[in-house]
């Protein structure tokens, strides 16, 4: 079977600094992957490469077509949802104006109505803050916000930038629930970044470990966690 | 008591222009962070391209609706040709770039109908509009058309998805992006936006100060005022500021009067209007650069 | 600047000053007009080199320094007119008084940067001849009908026809200015003003004044641009309100970018560039209008808005910069 996503000798560049090297690696479909590493080893950058945020070079291909020269607006159309890192909301917009501007490109009326009660089912403190200016919701709360528009694309593939950043470790773990769920029940493959690596390995069932802008090691989510090389040396705990 | 009724109610009229251009500088401002200094010519130019029309035989209302329409391409246009390349250009390129747009607006105004001033016609009935001794007939007219202009744009942005698209586009370019905006395209269409807002402004002041390449200068300053005292970037502030800037307007020229009848001595008049411009534009800028409902937007760290 | 600059600097003055003798050999060549157009160049290049003191070497944008071109040629036509003031000595009198308001108006500019600075000036630009029409000046300025004038005569009795001393008298001033524009950029000022352009927070910290340098800076560039005006008062003998409409701080930015931002040379190239175009235009459109018959007005300003787009896009350096590119270039291949 042929994998969702295909990256292939990923280089990419900041003006002229170079910060990805060579990066491999593959998405089934349907899974949950997850890409370790420390600060400043690119998997922030390899996210934004994926959508043509940065210069890159390379092969990336979803869904057996080559996306990488193609504009982010375009790749997010081929659903490709990016939840960036912080809070990715349009903080003067409302809840419901954020919500919607995911469904901007879509025409069936029914079937998006349909997806927002959807959402709120996932994220039922949403719906009581619909009308609130995202700007003045909770972190946690914000962070909720972004993957629930990001769900609004009825994504194939959901790219995830540190969920858990400056969260408390309860919203951290209701989160990560949620996004089991979603998984589960919306057949949505799923990249994961994360700082926080046992959670990550927790819910991702394949990982990959970038250093320096390279990927040093990969595996099943259980070899890595248990590899006490891997942890000491690439992550940390 | 009369002479300062009519007096308010030209400063309405006034003011619902400087309102019109007033939201058309925003509109670009919102998205590009660009101060667009050939507004006032673009709308000059649009409101020759409805004279044009009208010459050729067209009722006014529909060359009207055809002078706002080549008016938005011509927008779209301009930002897709000759702004787009320049978007991350130093400030004084774009800054240089406006000027040169303004010089070809008018220039190209001047050589195309030439620089005699002509007269321009006003839409509205004479008997049954206005109301005799308080708003005459092409004021009302003036106030209500640009009510209903910014009526329409509001629920443009406000409820549909393509005003939303364009008001997220203009918040955050990178997340529009990510939620599949096609950002680009949507800066030009508040530029094509912003000169059919300004289109209208120009059609609806050219029967006051009849038609002439140079007719917009003033009234483009006056526009920058009203924006700057709603707080340049929110749109709501812009057409408030531009009733309050045209209303103050008339009555500084109003209360001068007085006083020069009163005391004989001339302190301020209708000469001065562009000073009262520099003097408000330079104030704001220094003393209160939010505006006077500038507010910050709510933010929980 | 490359040093072969200096040897064609001097060939050039001493050919300015050869050439107005010349006269009476070549009465067609060398007429009167022609001397007078050279004049208005020279005084369109001190306009030019004040803008870009300020704007290319400090990095404060204007659109307004045709209000300081207006200040030092209401002054000479004031100081000539009221007063039988001789026209040297409105020189430092334009040059001062330019210089205040400028340093004033660089106060509040000190809170405004790229296209904030550009508005307040560019709204300075517009009200400038309403201010001069304004009631109680009137007396002063002359209204709306403003000032007429007469042109300088030759001093101490020199054989010369008024449009040489006029020339002569230009190209002088120019001079002295251009070699104190050299002189302060080469200092230690100097250097602080581009630092502040180049690296202004970097500078604050380095214990640079920015606050005074930029004010000053102003000034300076006003007082310039002031004696511009000043000298134009008396080439033209006549100064009124609508000759100083927003369309000359146009010319001054034309011959900015088309010398190069940050250019002395450049300045020069770029004023007697505008008032060359700002010529032909007329002489075509005339001619387009006689001639052919055609009901169409040529503007220069068609010509100056499609150059200040392009070379924005070609030559973001100038001509006279996109010229030495261009030679280096050609320098390094052969």
């Known amino acids: 079977m042929t994998p969702l996503l295909e990256v292939k000798g990923l280089k990419a560049f900041y003006g002229t600094t170079q910060s990805l090297y060579d990066v491999n690696f593959e998405i089934p479909s349907g899974g949950i992957t997850t890409l370790l590493g420390a600060n400043g080893a690119g998997k922030t950058t390899t996210l934004r490469a994926i959508c043509n945020m940065v210069r890159t070079e390379g092969m990336i291909r979803f869904d057996g077509q080559e996306i990488g020269r193609m504009a982010t607006e375009e790749i997010v159309r081929r659903r490709i949802a990016h939840v960036p890192e912080g809070r990715g909301t349009f903080t003067s917009l409302t809840v419901d104006e954020n919500l919607r501007i995911a469904a901007y ?37 914000q962070q909720m916000l972004a993957i629930a528009r990001a769900l609004m694309l009825k994504p194939r593939l959901m790219l995830l930038d540190e969920p858990s950043f400056g969260l408390a470790p309860l919203i951290v773990l209701e989160i990560f629930r949620i996004l089991r769920r979603i998984n589960e029940e919306e057949k949505v493959s799923i990249l994961l970044v994360e700082q926080n690596a046992a959670l990550a390995l927790d819910l991702a069932s394949h990982a990959y470990v970038l250093e320096t802008g390279k990927v040093v090691m990969s595996g099943p989510s259980s070899v890595v966690k248990n590899d006490e090389n891997i942890r000491k040396s690439y992550l940390g705990y | 008591m009369q002479q300062l009724l009519e007096q308010l109610a030209s400063g309405l009229a006034n003011g619902a222009i400087y309102a019109c251009v007033a939201l058309a500088l925003v509109m670009i401002y919102v998205s590009t962070d660009h101060l667009n200094f050939a507004q006032g010519e673009m709308a000059m130019f649009s409101t020759y391209i409805s004279w044009q029309l009208m010459n050729w035989g067209l009722n006014f209302w529909v060359a009207f609706v055809g002078a706002i329409l080549i008016s938005f391409v011509m927008g779209v246009l301009i930002e897709r040709v000759i ?48 109301i005799a001794g308080v708003i005459g007939p092409h004021q009302l007219g003036v106030v209500l058309v640009t009510l209903v202009v910014l009526t329409l744009l509001f629920v443009f942005f406000r409820f549909t998805p393509l005003g939303l698209a364009m008001r997220a586009a203009a918040q955050n370019p990178q997340m529009a992006r990510l939620v599949g905006v096609r950002v680009d395209w949507m800066l030009a269409l508040g530029w094509g936006l912003a000169a059919a807002v ?82 408000i534009v330079i104030f704001v800028l220094t003393l209160k650069p939010a505006g006077l409902f500038g507010r910050v937007v709510v933010k929980r760290v | 600047m490359p040093a072969f600059s200096r040897k064609w600097v001097m060939a050039l003055v001493v050919l300015a000053i050869v050439v107005p003798l010349l006269q009476p050999l070549f009465p067609d060549l060398v007429s009167d007009y022609r001397l007078f157009l050279v004049s208005t160049m020279i005084i369109a290049a001190i306009a030019v080199l004040g803008l870009n003191l300020l704007t290319g070497f400090n990095g404060q944008i204007s659109l307004g320094h045709s209000a300081f071109y207006a200040v030092g040629a209401y002054t000479a036509a004031i100081l000539m007119d009221r007063l039988d003031c001789p026209y040297w000595l409105t020189l430092p009198a334009a040059a001062i008084l330019s210089f205040i308001v400028g340093y004033l108006f660089g106060l509040p500019a000190l809170r405004l940067e790229g296209h904030y600075l550009a508005l307040a000036t560019f709204a300075l630009a517009l009200s400038v001849p309403q201010i001069l029409k304004y009631k109680w000046l009137e007396d002063l300025t ?13 001093p101490f009795g020199l054989p010369l026809s008024e449009d040489q001393w006029l020339f002569y008298y230009c190209l002088i001033v120019m001079l002295i200015l251009y070699w104190a524009a050299a002189n302060l950029l080469n200092s230690r000022s100097g250097r602080a003003m581009m630092a502040i352009r180049d690296y202004h927070i ?24 002031g004696i511009a005006g000043a000298l134009s008062a008396s080439a033209v003998a006549f100064v009124a309100p609508d000759s100083f409409s927003f369309f000359l701080s146009i010319k001054f930015l034309i011959g900015l970018v088309v010398g190069g931002v940050g250019s002395l040379a450049g300045s020069v190239v770029g004023g007697i560039f505008y008032v060359l175009v700002d010529n032909s235009a007329q002489a075509l459109s005339t001619y387009i209008k006689s001639d052919l018959g055609l009901q169409f007005d040529l503007s220069a300003y068609t010509v100056f808005g499609i150059l200040l787009i392009v070379l924005m896009y070609l030559m973001p350096t100038g001509i006279v910069g996109g010229v030495y590119g261009m030679m280096r270039r050609l320098r390094r291949s052969s």
């Open chain 1, 105 to 141: 490109t879509r025409r069936d009326k029914a079937a998006v109505k349909e997806e927002l009660a959807r959402v709120f089912d996932y994220f039922p403190r949403l719906k009581e803050r619909i009308q609130q200016q995202a700007g003045t919701l909770s972190g946690g709360e």
């Open chain 2, 83 to 130: 702004l787009r390349p320049l978007h991350n250009a130093p400030v004084l390129s774009i800054v240089v770039v406006f000027i040169g747009l303004l010089a070809i607006c008018n220039s190209m105004a001047g050589a195309i109908w030439s620089y005699l001033i002509k007269e321009y016609p006003s839409p509205f009935p004479k008997s049954s509009f206005g």
């Open chain 2, 198 to 279: 300004g289109a209208v402004a120009g059609m609806m002041v050219a029967h006051i100060v009849y038609l002439d390449p140079n007719m917009m200068g003033g009234i483009l300053l006056y526009a920058f005022a009203s924006a700057l005292i709603g707080g340049i970037g929110n749109p709501g502030g812009a057409v408030v500021g531009g009733f309050i800037v045209g209303v103050l307007e008339n009555m500084v020229a109003y209360a001068g009067n007085m006083i020069e009848k009163t005391t004989g001595v001339y302190i301020i008049g209708n000469g001065e209007k562009l000073t009262v411009a520099l003097i």
């Open chain 3, 142 to 154: 002359g209204g709306v009908q403003g000032i007429v004038l007469s042109k300088p005569e030759p």
């Open chain 3, 202 to 225: 970097a500078a604050d910290t380095m214990g640079i004044d920015t606050s005074l340098y930029k004010t000053v800076t102003f000034g300076i560039s006003a007082a310039y641009t």
